[in-house]
């Protein structure tokens, strides 16, 4: 009796955890770069803009913008604009701003 508790228990628990992990949505990319798709998410999530984070990306590093990405934040809550911009000697760059405050997060050489 005792045993076959604990084994109706162990089952319980196992398929609880199977249903949590098959019920979460598949996130191979947190990111999202689809324009028209970054204003939704801003107005919803009330985001700095677009266009904000791109501004404030080149005033920390001048350039040309080649890609902006909108970024759930791995170890934190929040998200960040991932600003790639190209300088005038041709080193990409990496410009992390604050979705919700438009700080600046980071600057990174992109080495890839």
Known sequence: MNKSIRTS???F????????????PAMADDDEDNP???????KAFGLIS????QNKAL???????????LERRKFRSGWDYE?????????????YIDAKTGKVNGVHRDWF
């Open 50 to 53: 677009l266009e904000e984070a």
């Open 59 to 69: 005033a920390e590093k001048p350039g040309m913008v080649k890609e902006i990405e």
């Open 83 to 95: 600003v790639e911009i190209l300088d005038a000697s041709g080193t990409e760059w990496e410009v």
């Open 36 to 42: 028209a798709k970054i204003a939704e998410m801003a």
């Open 13 to 24: 628990i196992l398929s609880l955890l199977l249903g949590l992990t098959l019920s979460q």
């Open 9 to 11: 228990t162990s089952l």
